[in-house]
């Protein structure tokens, strides 16, 4: 199985302040389609997970800009550019190639 | 607006059956790929598996921890995807999502709890 290995695994964070989710993977996730598939959630308190980004980079329907992915490979990261109160939750990578699908342990960011 | 919408969950004792159900709506259901996942009390997420559209054989393929004992299968005039599991055990214990799939969740219903205990 492919392990997703995510850093840290908790944040706190000031609100304005940004913040950085590693997320590393025991496989390759580029695809014979020439795309690389990494998916980002986020799961907020008593919620169901909801799609961030897809494919590395791409953010899901209303999704903020303020938001981002990159990577490539094996290593990939989220940004947060200025964090605020309602990005408290569990942050997830996986990937939706390999099967089965994995996740990463999840990133719990709390406010300051 | 795509909704997902689960059900069936409930108390249900080792070794018994229970089936959910996902009822789709807002999107085109005979086209799209659909998935399980679960997440136990205070743990994080799994996979459980998915059914292809019939466009791509309507094929199935599982988690190792249920292959055998769970299937997914989907009634496309309905919008319906369905999870059957059988010979549950307590580590099957979960809150069950359903989701669109697409070499990506997109979609994700609100989850219905499935609890195995005597």
């Known amino acids: 199985d492919v392990v997703m290995t995510q850093t840290p695994l908790s944040l706190s964070v000031t609100p304005g302040q940004p913040a950085s989710i590693s997320c590393k993977s025991s496989?390759?996730?580029?695809?014979?389609?020439?795309?690389?598939?990494l998916c980002w959630y986020l799961q907020k308190p008593g919620q169901s997970p909801q799609l961030l980004i897809y494919?590395?980079?791409s953010r899901f329907s209303g999704v903020p800009d303020r938001f981002s992915g990159s990577g490539s490979g094996t290593d990939f990261t989220l940004k947060i550019s200025r964090v605020e109160a309602e990005d408290v939750g569990v942050y997830y990578c996986?990937?939706?190639?390999?099967?089965?699908?994995?996740f990463g342990q999840g990133t719990k960011l709390e406010i300051k | 607006e795509v909704q997902l919408v689960e059900s069936g969950g409930g108390l249900v004792q080792p070794g018994r059956s229970l089936r959910l159900s996902c009822t789709a709506s807002?999107?085109?259901?005979?086209?799209?790929?659909m998935s399980w996942f679960r997440q136990a009390p205070g743990k994080g997420l799994d996979w459980v598996g998915f059914?292809?559209?019939?466009?791509?054989?309507?094929?199935?393929e599982y988690a190792a921890s249920v292959k055998g004992r769970f299937t997914i299968s989907r009634d496309d005039s309905k919008s319906i995807a369905y999870l059957q599991m059988n010979s549950l055990k307590t580590e099957d214990t979960a809150v069950y999502y359903c989701t669109r799939t697409q070499r990506r969740a997109d979609y994700w219903g609100q989850g219905t709890l499935v609890t195995v205990s005597s």
């Open positions: 496989q390759s996730l580029l695809y014979s389609d020439g795309k690389t598939y």
């Open positions: 059914v292809r559209s019939k466009a791509y054989g309507g094929t199935t």
């Open positions: 494919e590395v980079s």
């Open positions: 807002g999107f085109t259901f005979g086209d799209s790929s």
């Open positions: 996986m990937q939706p190639i390999h099967l089965p699908y994995t």
